[in-house]
C-alpha cells in the first residue's frame, strides 16, 4: 500500500502567506542540518527539498504568487 502521499500531507512543514517565498533549510530546523538554501516552488500547493527531502504545503487559502 502507497502511503507516500498522505506522508507528505500529515507530515508536511505548513506554510502561512508570510512565510513565502518557501525556502530549505526552514527557521525551525536545527543548525546541524542545515545544507545549502534552495528556493522551492509552491505554484501546485507543495514541493519537497532536493537536499533533505523535507515536505512543504501551503495552509488552506494560501496560494503562491508568481512575480
Known sequence: RDMSEHT???DAV???ANELPAAC???RMPLWS???KV???L???SARCPYCGTAYRLADGVSAHGH
Open 43 to 45: 505554484a501546485h500547493g
Open 14 to 16: 505548513v506554510l502561512q
Open 39 to 41: 528556493y522551492l516552488d
Open 34 to 36: 542545515s545544507h545549502p
Open 8 to 10: 507528505a500531507q500529515t
Open 25 to 27: 533549510p526552514n527557521p
